[in-house]
């Protein structure tokens, strides 16, 4: 890391860029997306205390769906730093990464927050599996 240069420069998007996770040599397209983080578009905002990395996600069309993502970033540790925004008619699933994270924390978050969108994507309405009740009461 070099200690004169500030902001992000020095931590997640090269990082992410080096590693392969990010291609932002396309043109920025109409539609506001920066580039691909792991096959999905992805946009990114800048500051000097870090990077806010926004990916894609397509909903399901279920009304309940925002909701549910909702609770699931609200309940678990690893959505704390993350939020959904509707923008140009997509869902873009955004994540915080600080400058003073080093190397392994970022990728690990990155890492967190496309399984986050996988998650959304696939499995938050499935229906739960019916269990057969347990009977604890002959093992007392």
Known sequence: RDDLVTGVQTCALPIFEALGYI???IETINDGWSGVCATRK?????TETGLSLGVE????SDTQWLNQ????LAACQEGW????????????????YSIHADDSHVIENLKLQL??????????????KKQKPRLWRGKL
């Open 23 to 25: 291609e932002s040599s």
């Open 42 to 46: 992805a946009m990114w905002l800048e």
């Open 57 to 60: 996600i397509t909903a399901p």
């Open 69 to 72: 993502a909702t609770l699931v």
């Open 81 to 96: 730093d993350c939020c959904l925004e509707y923008r140009n008619s997509q869902w873009v699933l955004w994540k915080y």
């Open 115 to 128: 399984a986050l969108a996988y998650y959304f994507e696939h499995e938050l309405l499935q229906p739960i």
